[in-house]
């Protein structure tokens, strides 16, 4: 989809030749702002004659009107006009979006839109127009293809922000696209494959990765990532990723995603209902891969790493039994209690592994709790952080984006369940605080890198009708990534630095 930023009052978007046009109204725009053009008569008129209101999900749809160029004209209620409205009211017509006849779309703010609203209403067409045809040919992809997003005035901030929506959607689009694509087609192997395809399409020389196989995993000393991967005929991969756009010495931002490409819990097996979500449990690093798309479009002034620990969990002769004691990256052993809680198990390595990039920051995201669905549900993403500055910025990252998280505590006694009589730690702690218990374990790799976790379990994907990815957290972590230009300090010289490297976090628009 080819998304275009124009300067356009109300009367020239009027003249837009187009199948169909698209009218945002707000409430600051009620009558008497609204402008005496076609549209803001129209409005007007159809205010007044109660047809149309201005809550959002209120829509107006009408076709071939006198002094409109465009063929179909849809109003719709913004209510405030907020990112978060503008959002809403534009998922809501996703039906006419992907209509047959509809090529050419042009949206027209009848309002002052921030640039918040625009960057939402960017994703929200492209989340709108998202097929899914990988497995399913006969799934008609949509006929759209250009957007013209009319505001006001092409200002540098709206200029700016219309790029990153459009980088942020193309990432969220693969972070889809790979979580949707069931495990025969994502094995770990073509997670590889995927990720190599990014570093080469993008064509720069800020952007590498590098693939290690089994052989070097093991030599790594990845005890427990090879634990989890030993009941499958799937060899593993850790997907390592770079994109330098800041000085060599500058600290990278170390991202870790969870890449279970199945998920049956292994000897602890899972019961049948619902298992082919599971598929899904490679949320994490499809947003990995996300980030990734969405930094090669967008070639910012940071330095990031990306991790992913991909393999299968499978039950077999050969797979992982309940009660074998592993020995991690980190020296540390553990029990594997519980087979199911395999994801803890490949992210523990992948976080010692991740110390060697001496990060300014390392953030996980993971599909790793039903404790966090239950929880936090499907709206806000679990946030574990001991380091308050990294919690706050990706609070306000992920508010800003659209793609909230809530802290959760990390108190050390939540611990207390994970000890063991026969290895340094358990993989498990019982029920209560399920959630929490799963990033106290994790907590356990990271030594004082500051470092936070995101529980996706509930966010990273859609069940029931809608059953499908949601590309989140890429929103979240492209917006904290972005806000990290221009930060960074040198790492000291001097051996086990810290890195208290996060500046205070920006504003940011409160009403997103
Ligand atoms: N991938 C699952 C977590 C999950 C479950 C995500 C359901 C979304 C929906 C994870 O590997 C898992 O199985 N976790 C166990 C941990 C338990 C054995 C301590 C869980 O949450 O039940
Ligand atoms: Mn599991
Ligand atoms: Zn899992």
Redesign the pocket.
């Known amino acids: 989809m080819d998304f275009e930023l124009k300067a356009l009052s109300a009367a020239a978007a009027a003249r837009e030749k187009c199948d169909l046009l698209l009218v945002l109204v707000s409430e600051p725009a009620a009558p008497g702002t609204l402008g005496s053009d076609a549209i803001g008569a129209l409005v007007a008129h159809a205010l007044k004659q109660g047809d149309f209101a201005l809550s959002v999900g209120k829509q107006l749809p009408m076709y071939q009107i006198p002094a409109i160029a465009a063929r179909r004209v849809l109003l719709l209620g913004a209510g405030q006009g907020s990112a978060k409205e503008v959002r809403n009211a534009l998922a809501g017509c996703a039906e006419v979006l992907k209509a047959k006849g509809v090529a050419k779309a042009v949206l027209s703010f009848a309002f002052e839109a921030e640039a918040t609203a625009v960057s939402a209403a960017v994703q929200a067409i492209a989340d709108a127009c998202y097929v899914y045809t990988h497995t399913k040919p006969q799934a008609k992809p949509v006929k759209l293809q250009k957007v013209v997003v009319g505001v006001a005035a092409k200002t540098t901030a709206a200029t700016s922000g219309f790029h990153t929506a459009v980088a942020q959607a193309e990432g969220v689009a693969m972070a889809r696209e790979w979580a949707n694509r069931p495990a025969n087609h994502a094995t770990p192997t073509l997670l590889a494959d995927a990720a190599k395809a990014i570093v080469n399409a993008a064509k720069s020389t800020r952007m590498s990765c590098k693939i290690h196989g089994p052989a070097e995993v093991a030599k790594l000393g990845m005890g427990a990532f090879m634990a989890v991967a030993q009941g499958s005929r799937e060899p593993l991969r850790l997907i390592e990723l770079h994109y330098n756009g800041a000085a060599k010495n500058v600290a990278p931002i170390v991202l870790v995603g ?1 890449g ?1 490409t199945f ?1 049956t ?1 292994g000897i ?1 097996l ?1 019961p049948a209902a ?1 298992m082919d ?2 598929k ?2 490679m949320g994490g690093a499809a947003s990995v891969l996300g980030v990734f798309q969405s930094l090669a479009r967008l070639q910012p002034a940071i330095n990031v790493v990306g991790l992913i620990p991909a393999c299968e ?1 499978m039950p077999d002769g050969a797979a992982v039994k309940p009660g074998d004691v592993v020995t991690s990256m980190s020296g540390q052993t553990i029990e594997i209690l ?1 087979t ?5 198990l490949v992210l523990s390595d992948a976080l010692s592994y991740a110390a060697r990039f001496k990060p300014a920051a390392l953030v996980d995201m ?8 239950v929880a936090l549900g499907g709206l806000r993403s679990g946030l574990f952080s001991a380091h308050d500055e990294l919690a706050q910025a990706l609070q306000a990252a992920g508010d800003a984006a659209l793609d909230p998280c809530w802290r959760m505590p990390l108190d050390d006694e939540y611990a207390d369940g994970l000890k063991s009589n026969f290895a340094d730690m358990g ?3 019982g ?1 209560a605080g ?2 929490v ?2 990033a106290k374990f994790l907590q356990k790799f990271v030594g004082d890198i500051p470092w936070a976790h995101l529980d996706i ?2 966010t ?1 994907w859609k069940s029931g009708a809608a059953k499908g990815a949601t590309g989140r957290p890429v929103g979240l972590l492209l917006q904290y990534l972005l806000a990290q230009q221009g930060k960074a300090v040198a790492p000291k010289k001097a051996l086990g630095t810290r890195s208290p490297r996060h500046a205070a976090v920006p504003a940011v628009d409160a009403k997103a």
């Open positions: 969870k279970i998920d819990g602890s899972k619902e979500e599971m899904f449990d969990n519980n199911d809680a395999e994801g803890r993971a599909t790793l709790t039903g404790a966090c669905v993989n498990v702690a029920r399920g959630a218990t799963a379990a509930g990273a």
